[in-house]
């Protein structure tokens, strides 16, 4: 739709309305897998890119995200102690 926008200021005549209408034209021209075409080269992407992000936040932010959780463990357990709390928790 960006595409399309920028080359009808350019005088370019307008292929699609809306979203749904591009969804709708494409489908009727090229199937249903006209609405896959592109998608092996944005896995080949986005695989790499988002195990490399995955990879690299597991072993940092593990040890932070485990220490935080034993403190609510704690205060969870401390709180189900108080008489009045009993059966809320």
Not at 12 to 27: D, G, L, Q, S, T
Not at 59 to 76: C, E, G
């Amino acid at each position: 739709m960006q595409i399309q926008i920028i080359r009808a200021k350019t005088g370019e005549p307008v292929m699609y309305r809306n979203v749904f209408h591009a969804a709708y034209v494409i489908v009727k021209t090229h199937g249903i897998r006209g609405a896959y075409q592109g998608l092996p080269a944005t896995w080949l992407r986005n695989i790499p890119a988002n195990s490399a992000f995955f990879g690299e936040f597991n072993p940092d932010k593990m040890q932070v995200f485990t220490s935080q959780w034993s403190a609510v463990l704690i205060v969870r357990k401390q709180l189900k102690e108080i008489p009045a709390l009993k059966g809320l928790i």
